[in-house]
């Protein structure tokens, strides 16, 4: 029995010929048979020409797409996908013995023809989110091949979807090992230690993607007072001590985030008196900073998850890098970032040129920074590319 067959309006299929995963709601003209969240559907044109396969989901994203071919759904197709993210990453020098760098991403979602799935590799344990029904469905393959694959590199598989997951679908997913077991861990990134907590912690318990840029910093760290805002862990903390900053400080609203940080400052540099931390209000802390800091790292939360609240999110980040570049001193830099997915880069940097402007400091960008190579962009899909990052020098 075939799948259940979707038509989309005339002139809707021009972005599936494009090669664009994503089909929204409004482009579907009808759907032959009963079809449920999470099952994976066959999309034509409205002449009958195939386009495409994908799972149906409920929301605005309608379908996700997986192949632009017609070839069966099935553990084959599954273990080719893996294989090929994973073996991306082998060349990129992940998964070797002796790398200074065992923590990655191993699947990208749509960046590894993926669409819903995230998995994050720590030392061995391979730390999954769904983010799409259907995703979810196939989770136990998923979870097989990874073992396959991966094989003695392999130590455990913990599934986190329980906040990722659509609040609406008919599904009760829990967090836990599905494999193995491996309580917490130690990670390294460019050979500086880091505690993960993938069970407590935010996203899969470390922002993997930022380790390009927390190496840049080590760079211009050199003999200055550091401000790492929102720092969560402290990834940018430890790489600012690293490169030998004169002080370090930082900042998260988050008490347990804080703890984290001071532990991952302690493993790689003792008790040195160079670093403090601070759980408090991010945006309270930078109304007095004036002539403290010479480099100010600003990584916050997402501060728009859907198109509704992109004004507000673009305000947000008016204003904190408004506060920044005010008050830093004289030939200070600043790492600003959004990893908002529909904040574009255009967006973004147009609200910190605006805050620039609206201080009358003389500033320039000296890199346009985004997500690490593990974090591929599919360019079909510039949806993909959601980190966004500036490094400015304000004089």
Sequence with gaps: MGLVKVILKSGKDQ??????????????????????????????????EFLAIGYYQIGSIAIRLVTFKDVEINEAFWTERITIACNHRRRMGFLNEGSDTNVFRLIHAEGDNMPGLIVDFYNGVCVVQMH?????????????????????????????SD???????????????????????EVLEYGNKFFIDWVEGQKTGFFVDQ???????????????????????????????????????????????????????????GDDPRHESFAVDAFSY???????????VLDPPAFAKHQNVVHNALQGYKKLNAKAIEQINP???????????????EMFRKSVFVAAANTGRNVKILHQLSQPP????????????????????VD
């Excluded at 929102?230 to 903390?237: D, L």
């Excluded at 974090?375 to 500036?390: D, M």
């Design 163 to 185: 906040k990722t997951l659509p609040f609406k679908a008919d599904i009760s997913p829990k967090n836990g090992y599905v494999w193995g077991k491996a309580p917490g861990g």
């Design 132 to 160: 799409a029904v259907g995703m979810y469905r196939i989770r136990e393959t998923i979870y097989k091949i990874l073992q396959e694959v991966l094989g003695d590199k392999l130590t455990a598989i913990y599934e986190k």
């Design 374 to 393: 593990d974090h591929p962009v599919n360019i079909y899909h510039p949806e993909s590319e959601y980190l966004k990052g500036l490094v400015i020098q």
């Design 15 to 48: 972005s599936v010929r494009r090669l664009h995963p994503w089909i929204f709601s409004g482009a579907i003209k009808k759907i032959k048979g009963e079809v449920a969240e999470g099952d994976f559907v066959d999309v034509y044109d409205n002449k009958d």
């Design 331 to 345: 030939g200070g830099i600043i790492f600003t970032f959004s990893c908002s997915q529909v904040v574009s880069k």
């Design 211 to 269: 380790r390009e840029n927390r190496k840049l910093l080590e760079h211009y760290a050199k003999d200055r007072n550091v401000l790492n805002m929102f720092g969560f862990t402290g990834g940018f903390s430890v790489f600012a001590m690293r490169g030998n900053a004169k002080q370090v400080h930082s900042v998260d609203s988050s008490k347990a985030a804080i703890e984290m940080t001071n532990r991952n400052i302690e493993a790689n540099f």
């Design 286 to 296: 930078l109304d007095d900073i004036k002539g403290k800091y010479d480099l100010i």
